[in-house]
């Protein structure tokens, strides 16, 4: 019995005529603990794509980014990662709550490749892991179903320029996200970011659009 392909896939593969294929990838590829070259390549990345299913059954997917290792792999069915000041939706985080079933993508740009994993997410405002994470909000753990590697083909090469100014760090105080600097907000921010709203100015919408078009490391 298939744990990746159902009715409708298996539809599709008769089709095409590729159920003997997708059955051998299946066979060779799905994964159902992380290994040493899996957990090597997951921890070496600052980003993955996270998807998730909301109340109605709507999937939707989202980008995490860190420092280098922030999703640490820490035992053979399990991995965590850390989750930053956000706009205020918890959407992501509500979804995990609601339904659990998680989607994660890790991909390297500078040398293709990529791996699939499909897990049940808990999230957590424990201490004991908040604290391994300076400024989380919370941490999610990731109980692993199936992983598997996709072939890296249609993967662009990218460089890295820099990372982000807004992942918390030892090193300095983290800045306000930008858009917090929009006087219509101000009267639904927390005291907290409101006061570093007044101290740094207000910005205009259309600034920071342009912030943006024309590629600066502020927004």
Known sequence: MSRLYGDIHRKLQDEQETRALA???????????????????????DMFFLSTVDHDGRPTVSYKGGFRGFVRVIDSTTLMFPVYNGNGMQYSMGNIVGSTEVGMLFMSFEKPHRIRVQGKGQVSKDPELLKQYKEAEFVVKVTLSELWQNCPRYIHRYTKDSDSRYVPSNECATPLAEWKRFEFLQDVLNESDAKKARDSGFIQVEDWVEKIKAGDADV
Do not use: M, P, Q, Y
């Not at 059955?23 to 990345?45: P, V, Y």
């Open 23 to 45: 059955d051998r990838i299946e066979e060779i590829a799905c994964k159902t603990e992380f290994d040493d070259d899996s957990k090597g390549f997951i921890e070496s990345l």
